[in-house]
């Protein structure tokens, strides 16, 4: 489971200026005409054109912050989710927010010794991290890159996927390889994850689908 309306602007028309302008002009007609054409022209004019407001720059997603997994944590994350699964597997991807849910996920989160429901979502993905960079065959630890290097040789070997399907997939791996993660900071946290391999994979993937 992982919102303006705009002031409606008052113009003032400038017929509605029309009759003072005509009188002012009228009043004015003995002194210099060029004064009075010079005046009428300056009320006349239309205001300076402002320019365009530039595009506020996309926001950039903030880099997850690391840290230090222990084994405690790792457990409260499995027992947390098998109490999480039952109701994030009801929401639908697109629904809003729901207050009773996101109380019942606060709950079960510091139940399991979590702090909030943002702490157990933090220790969730620095263990994803760490997950990224598994080898699923030999379920040994290798990085993200080679992982990606992996999958990108076993779509090249492919003979029952279509090409339209393999060049789709290999440009998203080639893609996906240009940026394939941050490494992880604390290495043993590669060792716990290493240790609840199996467990955490069949928790979390259920999460992630």
């Not at 697109?94 to 399991?112: F, H, M, S, V, Y």
């Not at 290798?142 to 997939?169: C, F, H, L, N, T």
């Amino acid at each position: 489971m992982r919102e303006i309306a705009r002031p409606a602007v008052r113009v003032l028309s400038l017929a509605c200026l029309a009759p003072a302008m005509a009188g002012l002009a009228f009043a004015m007609a003995i002194g210099s005409s060029s004064d009075v054409l010079a005046q009428a022209k300056q009320q006349q004019a239309p205001p300076p054109r402002q320019a365009p407001a530039q595009a506020a720059p996309p926001q950039q997603e903030a880099p997850l912050k690391q840290i230090a997994l222990t084994e405690a944590q790792i457990q409260n994350v499995l027992k947390a989710t098998a109490e999480m699964d039952p109701i994030t597997d009801k929401i639908d991807d697109d629904a809003k927010p729901d207050p009773k849910i996101t109380a019942q996920l606060e709950g079960i989160a510091k139940k399991n010794g979590f702090a909030s429901y943002a702490d157990y979502n933090l220790v969730v993905d620095n263990i994803n991290l760490v997950l990224g960079g598994f080898d699923t065959t030999t379920k040994k630890y290798v990085g993200p890159e080679a992982v990606i290097r992996a999958q990108i040789a076993e779509v090249q070997a492919d003979k029952k996927m279509s090409a339209k399907d393999k060049k789709e997939e290999l440009d998203d791996l080639n893609d996906a390889l240009k940026s394939p993660g941050p490494a992880v900071e604390n290495k043993g946290n590669i060792d716990l994850v290493t240790k609840y391999y199996d467990k955490l994979v069949e928790a979390l993937s259920e999460t992630e689908e």
